[in-house]
């Protein structure tokens, strides 16, 4: 009933509202640099640098929880089982709640958001990473363990190196999300170029909401470029 | 016998081959240098970013006493004012399929325009890449940001944020599985004298509808996602809720919301997977949910589903065949998600 009265209220405004939507872009293109304020170059450079720390730190935890949630290769049937619904917790954290929430035990900054984004990161790369181990073929893990290897020995020489490709390219994967995800970051107060947004649409300044958007592109953009291309090379 | 001996004659054993030197890893070509010094850049510029910040990987232990404070602040965690947090909960349903409903209508005939064995005209195909691509890099919390200013706090600036970041990412899938359609029922048609339109509804559409529908739900399963947050901004739904406690310093009431979420997440994204695996044919669709948990299905109900369709097709007298394939539970569940 509820859900019906929402539905009306909204279909009617949708169909109404839908012209507004070329307008508000149009008036969003700069025509100047008027709106450019000196803080944002260092904003930007933050936002990108956060979206770098964050994968590395994600994927620093990540790489060896992936090996526990990993069906063949975890130590036992249980902590598989554990591992995999730990990340599955993990995953369904928004990002942006864990920002929230780490913003007012540790006050507003870069430092809330990074960790954040990385606890984010690493539950999304353990389930990559842990379904790239489970890929792998059985036969070179087999040799190893014939030469009376531990596990930790087979696990570095013959899984490792196998996953390898597939982990690099979910690597730079995290790396372009990672930084997608640090742009909002400053909408609660976890650092980067997010802040500078809000205030632009509180203040209705839509050239300024423009200009960075594009800038904000091209950065996305072009680590997309790359990252893309070193994917294609690897796998 | 003579023959033999001479043959035995004592001779010198096989010299083994000279060892030659193998090096152990692959040679320093350029393009191993090159993905070297990607993958050193990149650790490097991450650790100047974590020193830069302040962060390294145990921040969270030094910072135990701050994330404690809080935490006790925020135990045990309650929900109170069940009304309202009903009511933004299913805002953000709503938010969510709407969001995926109108990104579903914009990327279909974008991802038509974007697929290089429909359309030969270059220039169509890169406007269509464009819009795609500008689409998937701004998040939709900065779409929300702009909407809110346009049509003020509610439900329908989350629509409309969703429902244009998804053209990104559906309007992308949706042109890759265009393209790799096969091409033989889309030649038989056009060899009955088709048109256009004709070869697209008869030979083309029915191929695309399975993968489609799933790369749907898929999104959809992220939009509810997203749609928790775009209340953040102001754009309705359960994020409405967040940022009130969050301003009121009710971490209780924050706490109980945040599980909230979570739980509603782990459960859309369940039946998500579970759906999509019956549309797309992972999974067995007449094995049980206890089945499953069990290990496979036993040996009779795989016998009964291996019947021999084809034998059984050909047995029938033309007269008697049908043109549409039968509603088997399959179908159903296909049409009955689509028109949910």
């Given at each position: 009933?509820?859900?019906?009265?929402?539905?009306d209220?909204?279909?009617?405004?949708l169909?109404?509202?839908?012209?507004?939507?070329?307008?508000?872009?149009?008036?969003?293109?700069?025509?100047?640099?008027?709106?450019?304020?000196?803080?944002?170059?260092?904003?930007?450079?933050?936002?990108?640098?956060?979206?770098?720390?964050?994968?590395?730190?994600?994927?620093?935890?990540?790489?060896?929880?992936?090996?526990?949630?990993?069906?063949?290769?975890?130590?036992?049937?249980?902590?598989?089982?554990?591992?995999?619904l730990?990340?599955?917790?993990?995953?369904?954290?928004?990002?942006?709640?864990?920002?929230?929430?780490?913003?007012?035990?540790?006050?507003?900054?870069?430092?809330?958001?990074?960790?954040a984004?990385?606890?984010?990161?690493?539950?999304f790369?353990?389930?990559?990473?842990?379904?790239?181990?489970?890929?792998?073929?059985?036969?070179?893990?087999?040799?190893?363990?014939?030469?009376?290897?531990?596990?930790?020995?087979?696990?570095?020489?013959?899984?490792?190196?196998?996953?390898?490709?597939?982990?690099?390219?979910?690597?730079?994967?995290?790396?372009?999300?990672?930084?997608?995800?640090?742009?909002?970051?400053?909408?609660?107060?976890?650092?980067?170029?997010?802040?500078?947004?809000?205030?632009?649409?509180?203040?209705?300044?839509?050239?300024?909401?423009?200009?960075?958007l594009?800038?904000?592109?091209?950065?996305?953009?072009?680590?997309?470029?790359?990252?893309?291309?070193?994917?294609?090379?690897?796998? | 016998?003579?023959?033999?001996?001479?043959?035995?004659?004592?001779e010198?054993?096989?010299?083994?081959?000279?060892p030659?030197?193998?090096?152990?890893?692959?040679?320093?070509?350029?393009?191993?240098?090159?993905?070297?010094?990607?993958?050193?850049?990149?650790?490097?510029?991450?650790?100047?970013?974590?020193?830069?910040?302040?962060?390294?990987?145990?921040?969270?232990?030094?910072?135990?006493?701050?994330?404690?404070?809080?935490?006790?602040r925020?135990?045990?965690?309650?929900?109170?004012?069940?009304?309202?947090?009903?009511?933004?909960?299913?805002?953000?349903?709503?938010?969510?399929?709407?969001?995926?409903?109108?990104?579903?209508?914009?990327?279909?005939?974008?991802?038509?325009?974007?697929?290089?064995?429909?359309?030969?005209?270059?220039?169509?195909?890169?406007?269509?890449?464009?819009?795609?691509?500008?689409?998937?890099?701004?998040?939709?919390?900065?779409?929300?940001?702009?909407?809110?200013?346009?049509?003020?706090?509610?439900?329908?600036?989350?629509?409309?944020?969703?429902?244009?970041?998804?053209v990104?990412?559906?309007?992308?899938?949706?042109?890759?599985?265009i393209?790799?359609?096969?091409?033989?029922?889309?030649?038989?048609?056009?060899?009955?004298?088709?048109?256009?339109?004709?070869?697209?509804?008869?030979?083309?559409?029915?191929?695309?509808?399975?993968?489609?529908?799933?790369?749907?739900?898929?999104?959809?399963?992220?939009?509810?996602?997203?749609?928790?947050?775009?209340?953040?901004?102001?754009?309705?739904?359960?994020?409405?809720?967040?940022?009130?406690?969050?301003?009121?310093?009710?971490?209780?009431?924050?706490?109980?919301?945040t599980?909230?979420?979570?739980?509603?997440?782990?459960?859309?994204?369940?039946?998500?997977?579970?759906?999509?695996?019956?549309?797309?044919?992972?999974?067995?669709?007449?094995?049980s949910?206890?089945?499953?948990?069990?290990?496979?299905?036993k040996?009779?109900?795989?016998?009964?589903?291996?019947?021999?369709?084809?034998?059984?097709?050909?047995?029938?007298?033309?007269?008697?065949?049908?043109?549409?394939?039968?509603?088997?539970?399959?179908?159903?569940?296909?049409?009955?998600?689509?028109?949910?």
């Amino acid at each position: 009933m509820q859900a019906k009265i929402v539905a009306d209220l909204s279909l009617v405004e949708l169909v109404t509202g839908i012209p507004e939507i070329p307008r508000v872009f149009w008036r969003m293109i700069p025509t100047d640099f008027d709106w450019w304020v000196e803080g944002f170059g260092e904003d930007l450079i933050e936002t990108v640098l956060m979206g770098f720390g964050a994968t590395l730190l994600g994927l620093l935890f990540a790489i060896p929880t992936g090996f526990l949630a990993a069906r063949n290769v975890a130590p036992a049937r249980w902590i598989y089982g554990t591992a995999r619904l730990f990340i599955l917790g993990v995953r369904a954290m928004p990002e942006l709640i864990l920002a929230v929430i780490f913003v007012a035990a540790l006050g507003l900054g870069p430092k809330p958001g990074v960790l954040a984004l990385a606890v984010g990161l690493y539950g999304f790369a353990t389930k990559l990473f842990a379904d790239a181990i489970e890929e792998v073929s059985e036969g070179p893990r087999d040799g190893i363990r014939a030469t009376g290897a531990s596990r930790t020995q087979e696990a570095v020489s013959a899984v490792l190196p196998q996953a390898m490709p597939s982990i690099v390219g979910n690597s730079l994967y995290l790396l372009d999300a990672s930084i997608r995800g640090s742009t909002v970051l400053g909408i609660v107060g976890g650092g980067g170029i997010g802040f500078a947004l809000l205030q632009g649409a509180k203040l209705l300044k839509w050239d300024l909401l423009g200009g960075l958007l594009i800038i904000i592109f091209v950065i996305v953009y072009g680590i997309e470029l790359i990252s893309g291309w070193v994917r294609r090379r690897i796998i | 016998m003579t023959i033999l001996h001479a043959r035995s004659a004592p001779e010198a054993p096989p010299t083994p081959p000279e060892p030659t030197f193998r090096p152990d890893t692959p040679p320093w070509t350029r393009e191993r240098a090159t993905m070297w010094a990607i993958g050193l850049t990149f650790v490097g510029v991450a650790l100047y970013a974590l020193y830069d910040i302040g962060v390294n990987p145990l921040t969270l232990f030094f910072e135990r006493d701050d994330i404690g404070n809080l935490l006790e602040r925020m135990w045990p965690p309650r929900i109170e004012e069940f009304g309202p947090i009903w009511e933004s909960t299913l805002d953000t349903f709503f938010m969510a399929f709407v969001g995926t409903f109108i990104g579903v209508l914009l990327a279909v005939p974008l991802g038509f325009f974007a697929a290089s064995n429909i359309v030969r005209w270059r220039l169509l195909r890169g406007v269509a890449r464009g819009i795609i691509v500008f689409t998937r890099a701004i998040p939709e919390l900065i779409f929300a940001l702009i909407f809110v200013r346009v049509y003020s706090i509610g439900v329908l600036t989350g629509v409309l944020a969703l429902g244009l970041h998804s053209v990104g990412m559906l309007g992308k899938l949706f042109a890759d599985s265009i393209e790799q359609i096969q091409e033989g029922p889309r030649e038989g048609v056009q060899a009955t004298g088709s048109s256009r339109g004709q070869e697209l509804t008869t030979g083309i559409a029915p191929q695309l509808i399975p993968s489609f529908i799933a790369i749907t739900l898929y999104r959809l399963d992220i939009n509810f996602r997203s749609a928790t947050l775009l209340g953040l901004v102001g754009a309705g739904g359960i994020g409405l809720q967040i940022r009130a406690y969050q301003g009121q310093l009710r971490y209780q009431e924050l706490l109980g919301v945040t599980l909230l979420i979570i739980a509603l997440v782990v459960i859309v994204e369940l039946v998500s997977t579970t759906v999509r695996g019956i549309i797309l044919g992972h999974d067995k669709t007449n094995v049980s949910f206890w089945q499953k948990l069990r290990g496979g299905p036993k040996a009779a109900d795989y016998r009964a589903e291996h019947v021999d369709t084809a034998a059984v097709a050909a047995a029938t007298p033309m007269s008697q065949r049908r043109l549409r394939p039968p509603w088997d539970k399959e179908r159903k569940t296909k049409y009955g998600v689509g028109v949910g």
